[in-house]
Each structure stands twice: as structure tokens, then as C-alpha cells.
């Protein structure tokens, strides 16, 4: 069974606090993204990765970073959190290739900055 | 620009009637699409999809189909059921630079009543 593991559901961080989420995936995917999802705004795209130490901005990366040290972990990274952080932030990973790829996504970490 | 979004932000429909979820997207280029289905606390699970070369596609209950002229996609769900509340999120992948990138809709939320 293919498994993207994020490695907290719910989050409450301080603004001002360095913040680190981590995803993990078991099915050698190459690629790898960081979305925020808030309602009325569906998911958008913070970052991603299409291989070890290569990362991408996407639609929203201010105020974020990313690494992809192993092929199998894709980490973000609040570097100073603030409020309007406060989200949920969902992990994926797909195959590398052009048609036929889908996403597979992990459950979701929910961040609250206080 | 690139942008994929929903007619309608909540649906509801009875238990055994038929579910039509409509979505428009605005990037000719894009050569796949992916309907996503996200239930309370969990991330978004794969539903079906559908590439740019087809105009229709059926699985379990479930069709899609993709009117290229008009920039539109469809998911219909046969017999309804209460198992299928949840919000329903279209995507569109951009192959760019060795890599798909998937845009997301801003989802419809399906409430399905006894």
C-alpha cells in the first residue's frame, strides 16, 4: 500500500518560531510538492522537488523554504511563522513522467500560529 | 494565466440520485486531468482521470468527461451515496521543464442527504 507520512496531524507554534514539517514517502517517487490548503482557495502550491537537492518555488513560497536531502523526504520550513501561516498543509509525491502520473498525498498536517 | 476552478462551491443532492461536479480550467497546454476526492481529515484521494486526447472516462460509479472546446470537466457520480460526501477538487497537470505541475481547483463541497 503506497503511504506519504506527514509527521504531525495538528501543530501549535509561536510567531517568530522556526518550524519544520516533514513528509516521507515509501514509493520512490521522484517528485515531491508542498501545498497550503484554505477554504475558498482550494490548494496551492508552495514548493516542490523533482529530485534530491532540486526544489522549485511554486504559486506561494514567500516565507517558506524546503529540503530534499533523501529522495524518500521532502521537508518545509517556516523559517519565522506568523499567523497568516496558519493553515493546512498537505504533502505529495508522484512519478516522474509526463502522462499517466497522479499524486499521492499524505493526511495532512493542520498549523496553528499563535 | 493558469487557473482551474468550480462553478459551484457546495452541491447537495439525495441518496441514489445522480451527482454532477463541474470545473473549468484556463490553460490549453494542459494535457491530463485528475479528480481528487477529500474527506474530513484526510488528504486528497486519487478518483479518476482523464487525458486531453479523450473525452470521456468511466470508472466505478464514476465518469469524467472533458469538453477541450470550452475548456470544461465534468465528474458525474451514478446512485449517490452517503460515503461520497466530501469535496470534490479537479486538477490539471502541466508538464514544464522535466516535471508536472498540478493546479488545483478551489473545490466543491458534495453533501448528500437521506
Known amino acids: 500500500d503506497v503511504k506519504v507520512t506527514q509527521s504531525s496531524r495538528y501543530l501549535v507554534k509561536r510567531t517568530g518560531e522556526k518550524v519544520f514539517l516533514e513528509c516521507v514517502q515509501d514509493?520512490?517517487?521522484?517528485?515531491m510538492f508542498w501545498y497550503r490548503q484554505d477554504p475558498g482557495l482550494g490548494l496551492r502550491l508552495i514548493y516542490f522537488?523533482?529530485?534530491?537537492?532540486?526544489?522549485e518555488k511554486g504559486d506561494i513560497p514567500e516565507g517558506y523554504s524546503v529540503s530534499r536531502e533523501k529522495k524518500e523526504r521532502f521537508s518545509l520550513i517556516l523559517e519565522s511563522a506568523s499567523t497568516n501561516q496558519t493553515s493546512m498543509y498537505l504533502c505529495?509525491?508522484?512519478?516522474?513522467?509526463?502522462?499517466?502520473?497522479?499524486?499521492?498525498f499524505g493526511q495532512g498536517t493542520r498549523l496553528t500560529v499563535v | 494565466g493558469e487557473s482551474v476552478g468550480l462553478h459551484l462551491p457546495t452541491l447537495s443532492v439525495q441518496e441514489g440520485d445522480n451527482s454532477i461536479i463541474n470545473c473549468a480550467y484556463s490553460?490549453?497546454?494542459?494535457?491530463?486531468f485528475i479528480w481528487y476526492k477529500q474527506e474530513s481529515g484526510k488528504g486528497p484521494q486519487f478518483i479518476i482521470d482523464?487525458?486531453?486526447?479523450?473525452d470521456k472516462r468511466q470508472g466505478q460509479r464514476v465518469t469524467v468527461l472533458l469538453n477541450k472546446t470550452v475548456k470544461h470537466l465534468s465528474l458525474q457520480i451514478a446512485a449517490t451515496q452517503p460515503g461520497d460526501s466530501a469535496v470534490y477538487f479537479c486538477?490539471?497537470?502541466?508538464?514544464?521543464?522535466?516535471?508536472?505541475?498540478?493546479?488545483f481547483g478551489a473545490g466543491t463541497r458534495l453533501a448528500v442527504h437521506p
Open positions: 505529495a509525491s508522484s512519478p516522474r513522467g509526463r502522462l499517466g502520473t497522479e499524486a499521492f
Open positions: 514509493m520512490d517517487h521522484e517528485n
Open positions: 522537488s523533482y529530485d534530491v537537492k532540486m526544489k
Open positions: 490553460n490549453s497546454a494542459s494535457d491530463y
Open positions: 482523464i487525458r486531453s486526447n479523450m
Open positions: 486538477a490539471e497537470i502541466l508538464f514544464s521543464g522535466g516535471y508536472n505541475k498540478l493546479i
